[in-house]
């Protein structure tokens, strides 16, 4: 019984602490952005690389942040299994190597017909999501994790573009549609709706990292307006936005009544997660209850097309 009680304790810290569940996210996310924009799924190799890369992201910030003088429970187990961590960091990136290699060779003929702005807008989220992690010394330039008001936007910016416009970008490029406005993006109000979504989790995060932030003199909303504050000036208008754009998103798209009640149940879990904020929740809760609203809110948009009619 400890044998298995220690080994199911193991995959649950490698799923969390390892980023697999963000990798598994993101894929469900894309699923569920192309089943509401009526679209064929992308090709498996696409799905794979999205896991990939968002597990390897998230991994490579919390294996350069293991020496910090941090002591909680994801830092002590990157400390505890550093090795390990490396030689499947490794691994995973040559995989993605692979995978980049085999989604160019396939589509070379749609790249080469790319214009400038489609092109900027594919390379812009990895850049961004590089200038949030990595800073232009050259330049003397911040990395933009350090910019405490605008890091929350730039993660929900950087999430949106990964599991709203990628999906559909590619799989235009997959099926030769990038000349002139056949590379159509999935509708404003969808990006705007997942973009204020994961801005809100992102923020709700910095009220975990508040003592972390405040000793690093990182001006986060929390350590600026304090974390009840944050709460009624940032988090809740921004809820309430959110909310707003997710009703006039379901009526410009025809949803039907059941769909809209499906697809609005994450947004109650959130209202919820805020409503009983506590203080002193342990790092599991929140990558459980906060990061695991993502899950639902990708499963919910997935079943409420699948099981039910517009």
Same mark, same amino acid.
């Given at each position: 019984?400890?044998?298995?009680?220690?080994?199911?304790?193991?995959?649950?810290?490698?799923?969390?602490?390892?980023?697999?569940?963000?990798?598994?996210?993101?894929?469900?996310?894309?699923?569920?952005?192309?089943?509401?924009?009526?679209? #064929?799924?992308?090709?498996?190799?696409?799905?794979?690389?999205?896991?990939?890369?968002?597990?390897? $992201?998230? /991994?490579?910030?919390?294996?350069?942040?293991?020496?910090? @003088?941090?002591?909680?429970?994801?830092?002590?187990?990157?400390?505890?299994?550093?090795?390990?961590?490396?030689?499947?960091?490794?691994?995973?990136?040559?995989?993605?190597?692979?995978?980049?290699?085999?989604?160019?060779?396939?589509?070379? &003929?749609?790249?080469?017909?790319?214009?400038?702005?489609?092109?900027?807008?594919?390379?812009?989220?990895?850049?961004?999501?590089?200038?949030?992690?990595? &800073?232009l010394s050259i330049f003397n330039i911040?990395?933009?994790?350090?910019?405490?008001?605008? @890091?929350?936007?730039?993660?929900?910016?950087?999430?949106?573009?990964?599991?709203?416009?990628?999906?559909?970008?590619?799989?235009?490029?997959?099926?030769?549609? /990038?000349?002139?406005?056949?590379?159509?993006? #999935?509708?404003?109000?969808?990006?705007?709706?997942?973009?204020?979504? +994961?801005?809100?989790?992102a923020i709700i995060f910095d009220v975990?990292?508040?003592?972390?932030?405040?000793?690093?003199?990182?001006?986060?909303? #929390?350590?600026?307006?304090?974390?009840?504050?944050?709460? &009624?000036?940032?988090?809740?208008?921004?809820?309430?936005?959110?909310?707003?754009?997710?009703?006039?998103?379901?009526?410009?798209?025809?949803?039907?009544?059941?769909?809209?009640?499906?697809? +609005?149940?994450?947004?109650?879990?959130?209202?919820?997660?805020?409503?009983? $904020? @506590?203080?002193?929740?342990?790092?599991? $809760?929140?990558?459980?209850?906060?990061?695991?609203?993502?899950?639902?809110?990708?499963?919910?948009?997935?079943?409420?097309?699948?099981?039910?009619?517009?």
């Amino acid at each position: 019984m400890f044998n298995n009680n220690f080994l199911l304790n193991k995959v649950i810290k490698a799923f969390f602490y390892g980023n697999i569940y963000l990798g598994v996210g993101a894929v469900v996310l894309c699923l569920e952005t192309n089943l509401l924009n009526d679209v #064929p799924l992308n090709i498996f190799p696409f799905y794979l690389l999205i896991f990939l890369c968002t597990s390897i $992201y998230y /991994t490579r910030i919390y294996v350069r942040a293991r020496s910090a @003088k941090i002591y909680d429970e994801r830092t002590v187990w990157y400390r505890e299994n550093v090795e390990a961590i490396k030689k499947t960091l490794k691994a995973a990136i040559i995989i993605v190597c692979a995978l980049i290699a085999i989604i160019i060779l396939k589509n070379l &003929s749609s790249l080469s017909s790319l214009s400038v702005s489609q092109t900027l807008l594919i390379v812009a989220f990895p850049l961004i999501a590089g200038w949030y992690t990595f &800073s232009l010394s050259i330049f003397n330039i911040k990395k933009i994790r350090q910019v405490g008001w605008i @890091k929350p936007f730039i993660v929900g910016l950087t999430w949106a573009g990964w599991v709203t416009i990628y999906p559909i970008v590619v799989l235009k490029i997959q099926e030769g549609h /990038t000349t002139g406005n056949s590379m159509n993006l #999935p509708p404003f109000l969808q990006i705007l709706q997942n973009f204020l979504f +994961f801005s809100i989790i992102a923020i709700i995060f910095d009220v975990k990292d508040y003592r972390t932030d405040f000793q690093q003199k990182l001006k986060t909303y #929390p350590v600026v307006l304090g974390i009840r504050n944050t709460f &009624s000036f940032i988090i809740v208008p921004a809820t309430i936005v959110n909310i707003g754009v997710f009703f006039i998103f379901q009526m410009q798209q025809h949803f039907s009544a059941i769909q809209t009640i499906i697809q +609005f149940i994450p947004y109650v879990l959130l209202i919820c997660v805020i409503a009983f $904020y @506590k203080p002193q929740r342990t790092l599991l $809760y929140y990558l459980v209850a906060v990061d695991g609203l993502v899950f639902v809110k990708a499963l919910c948009g997935i079943l409420s097309v699948l099981f039910f009619k517009k």
